[in-house]
């Protein structure tokens, strides 16, 4: 079935047309992260196997790309950034300000069955903010969260955002008397308690003596009551007038073993009901990452790009603005059109001033047919094309939307008139 | 040796300050591609092993990061881009007219010993032109070649390009009877033919019955006239003025087997002498990759992100270039300084507003002593700081620069007023 041309099952291209998708989401993502102060880090794509077996939780294990290297060492494609963030930033710590709030757009790896919205290579948008321990770092990660789905064209009615506590769990056991080493298996049910039926839920629930009414009853009626740290995030979000967004919902628990307070997860409101990004507080995964030479609070928010892609093209809103982006994205700002190739050389010069004078400048590599070379031209979606024809030294500028032409002649400065053209909105289209 | 908090040997963390320095290079090198009217494209990072092994000369197997997956395929990290970039192009280039301009900046991985300039995980900028036979693309990539030096800040004494055409090797091969099928070995004597000790090369030269002297002379007396294409790529090098940063040197072949005509290195003029990037013309790989279904002329270009870091730090202009940039990389515009912390809610209200205008703002998470705030903002290099203190809902906006210092009355809009400041330039610091 695959043919010679096709990556590994999982695995994407990104021919121009499919980068620029990516680079749409890569722009929006850091924007919104520049906008709140974050900083830009990356870590290493391959990593010790040991960090993210052992010491991130290993719930992840079953789908690593993990192999040993030329050197002996077991090694693994990140499946994820968090226990790679833990590391660097506790070797950082000393060196910036408290707290850190870092982002990172990169590629993550996880050997799964390949199927819509999951892939084995996707990339992966993080904004952490470690050394802080008040919901007010949980409250800025969440205003953050919102703020990407706005910047992305989705309004009120496509998401929400749903808020939830592990501490509040953390006393449910206490008080129904489940070990702490059993609470993440606890956890574990909660978090699918959504999607499994009752029966499988309450065969679950035997070992722990607890019956599946009592969950459902705390999860439905517990609120932000049950948590402090939840009543000082929605303070805060209500500040910046986000709490619209924003509903408690303790049956978000997040599948990873290293939360410990304040989680969430982004819903997308149409019928699929999809999660799209998520995070939360990981207060003791620096110091276990370090075997205890290093300690941050931490918390974290995630976001991949197969889902949140897949919803931008459901989502007119999203749809018709990434549409509006797309026809901004010119290859160059001036083609020049060779309309004589005796005069090739003098283009050339031209072509290389234009582009050391900053703007972006194309022409044809090898003789072709005028009218060709304006439909190549177009092609750049660049505004103007720049004629050096016969009539060289003079020079036409045709404006490739409005159609009209004028010409530049010689002795004039070429640059100085195409950067004021450039500079100027387009005149009507000529009939 | 190795402490929790480190990277495999030969990977790279990179911390926010070091993440500047790779965002530096990226955004130069992408500034150039784009000048030039090249799109960005990207492939996956891990590939089909038999691509870079057996289709693309497999010349780096050596040091190939090489594994089973779960689903038993023989996969590799790959080693650089060519090979998916000639099996991704063959499969789209039926959607986008010719020539196909492409760049791309990712992750490579080699298996190497690690030493300064050459690490496991690397960063490389590749441009190619595909689809286009004529010199004319070669000279395009060695202009790009040379204006991404510019650009970086190296003058006409810091760098060369030293440019060759293995043509002229396979003239020389059918003139002094090398078999079609030993060439490749030729020319790896060849390549090291400046740093191999003479009596090793005479020792490897037996089996051709070639001497050294032969060699040396054909390398020092062929020049330009020994080449069609040379002389054409000099001539469109001319036309754009950029001949004086290359000179023709046949020494130069390539190490890797695919190339096939035109080849060039770009030569730091330092004592190192290193070779900071290279290219050529690979006409045969797409044919070889898609085991004939496909055909393109091709050409490219590559940098690697560690030896160009070195040559930066070595040559002042460079230098002295990076670290203004540095200078305007804020993490934010505008420091919210909270003096009364009564006022959070406000300052967060108009903190969230300030960011919804599309500005940067960044304020303490937690309570702070005034003068550790305008720390805080000090060190983000924001130009602002806002200050909600006692008397809200007036506002005081301090110039961190030139340290001038004004009111903005309550019902004032200011948002306005911050934007018009940060367009006007700073006043003489006070003092």
Known sequence: MASNNQPLPGFRDFPPRERLQSRYLFEIWKRVAKRYGFSEYEGPILESADLYLRKSGGELGEQLFRFEDKGGRDVVLRPELTASLARISAGQQRDYPKPLKWFEIGRCFRYEKPQRGRLREFYQFNADILGEASPAADAELIALSIDVMRELGFGEDDFSIRLSDRQAWINFAQDHEIAPSNLDSFLQIVDKIERDPAEKI????????????????????????????????????????????????????????YYTGVVFEVFDSGKNLRSVAGGGRYDTLVSIVTDGSSDLA??????????????????????????????????????????????????????????????????????????????????????????????????????????????????????????????????????
């Open 298 to 431: 931490a918390t974290g928010y995630a976001m991949g790009d197969c889902v949140i892609s897949e919803l931008i093209k459901e989502v007119p809103t999203a749809l018709l603005q990434y549409q509006a982006w797309l026809q901004t994205q010119a290859t160059c700002e001036v083609y020049i059109v060779i309309a004589d190739e005796s005069k090739r050389s003098n283009a050339l010069s031209l072509g290389h001033t234009i582009r050391d004078s900053g703007l972006a400048a194309d022409w044809p590599l090898s003789p072709m047919k005028v009218n060709k070379q304006f439909k190549a031209a177009d092609h750049t979606l660049a505004r103007f094309a720049l004629v050096v024809g016969s009539e060289f030294p003079d020079l036409k500028l045709k404006n490739l939307n409005s159609r009209t032409e004028e010409t530049i002649p010689a002795g004039s400065n070429t640059i100085d008139v195409i950067k004021a053209r450039l500079e100027a909105p387009d005149g009507p289209l000529l009939a």
């Open 202 to 257: 309450k065969e679950k629930l035997k070992p722990f003596s607890i019956d599946l009414e009592t969950v459902r009853n705390f999860i439905s009626t517990a609120g932000d009551s049950c948590s402090e740290n939840l009543s000082e995030v929605l303070k805060d979000l209500g500040a910046r007038n986000l709490n619209r967004f924003v509903e408690v919902d303790l049956s978000i628990v997040r599948g990873l073993a």
